[in-house]
């Protein structure tokens, strides 16, 4: 089968290993088709679905699955019937109404619900991720390799070689033509080289709890404009602002400023929203908007209505003047500029 990767264990993923529709002669009264586990660790196929289709067709017939196969076990789906002819089967697994044909078909094992639609041609079932098994038999139209596995007779069944372990993706070396044997879960396991069949065992509980988070960094600690004077317009200062939050509802970036000292100047700030979030619209088409002084309110920078990004949203932020410096005594003018993060 191709190998995506999805496998289940250490060997490799489930996969059929015998399907035999009825025949007139038949041994067992209906259709099966038997999956196989042959890793070491138990699967949970809740979900999952058998699918069924003719030799040529893309309209697939679905068998809901539920429960677990554990490693090294089998797991019986019984299919329709034609006739009372035969033995019945062992207890089934799982149940179905897709009748077989006798001679050629494709029968898939999804990991999903949905009905597949693939199958025209060689290989377009192996294309699709939730395929986790195909087989075509006879003059399938479809198969995994080099060709489908043989058609079944009415004393045959095609079964997958090794019990079932055998899995080299080809389904024409893969299954021969053999007697019947339908296993189900209870069937005696199997274990396949290397992949010993699962014994008893003991389950532990594991939990996490996750607290919310709200993180905020910046770039650099401190911003220097240099030396400048009275009536210039020093550039502006890019400062990069990371906020990571797990807040399902997201949250807000603010920023404000103590007051120049000896006296205040217009510090003023841009900015540029990260994906996933929005700019606040007092900084929309990239102009410098003066900040806020303590006690006065913060202004908002923007917001974001989710989680952040995994690596955390980086704001770019540009800090400047909004007006040319006014006339002022010399001397070294400081204020302190705090960016707020906060939970919405």
Not at 21 to 40: I, K, M, W, Y
Not at 134 to 154: I, Q, R
Request: aromatic share 6%; charged share 10%; proline share 9%.
């Amino acid at each position: 089968m191709p190998k995506h990767e999805r496998t289940l264990s250490a060997r490799g993923a489930l996969v059929y290993s015998e399907r035999r529709p009825v025949l007139s002669t038949d041994r067992f009264q209906n259709d099966f088709v038997e999956l196989f586990n042959g890793g070491a660790t138990a699967v949970d196929i809740s979900g999952w679905t058998v699918q069924y289709a003719t030799a040529a067709g893309t309209s697939w017939q679905t068998t809901p699955l539920t429960g677990t196969i554990p490693g090294g076990r089998y797991y019986l789906v019984q299919l329709a019937s034609s006739a009372a002819v035969g033995a019945p089967l062992p207890a089934p697994d799982a149940t179905g109404t897709s009748n077989l044909a006798a001679t050629s078909g494709k029968v898939a094992l999804v990991r999903s619900a949905t009905a597949l639609t693939c199958g025209a041609s060689a290989g377009t079932c192996a294309a699709d991720p939730s395929v986790e098994d195909l087989v075509g038999y006879g003059s399938a139209s479809d198969f995994e390799g080099t060709g489908s596995a043989p058609a079944p007779s009415n004393i045959l069944a095609a079964r997958r070689a090794s019990e079932g372990c055998s899995d080299t993706g080809d389904n024409a070396a893969d299954f021969t033509a053999a007697t019947p044997d339908p296993r189900n879960v209870v069937s005696p396991a199997h274990a396949c080289s290397g992949a010993p069949a699962a014994g008893p065992g003991g389950a532990v509980h594991v939990d996490v709890d996750v607290a919310s988070a709200l993180s905020l960094s910046l770039d650099r600690p401190s911003l220097s404009f240099g030396t400048t004077g009275a009536g210039a317009t020093p550039a502006p200062i890019a400062e990069n602002v990371t906020v990571s939050s797990n807040n399902t509802t997201g949250y807000s970036l603010a920023v404000a400023r103590t007051a120049f000292a000896p006296r205040d100047l217009p510090l003023a700030i841009g900015a540029t929203a990260p994906a996933g979030a929005s700019l606040g619209p007092a900084l929309a088409g990239g102009a410098l908007v003066p900040i806020p002084v303590q006690p006065a309110p913060a202004l908002t920078l923007g917001t974001r209505d989710s989680p952040s990004a995994g690596t955390g949203d980086t704001w770019p932020t540009r800090l400047g003047f909004s007006a040319a410096l006014p006339s002022v005594p010399t001397g070294r003018y400081s204020a302190t500029v705090t960016f707020t993060a906060i939970a919405r």
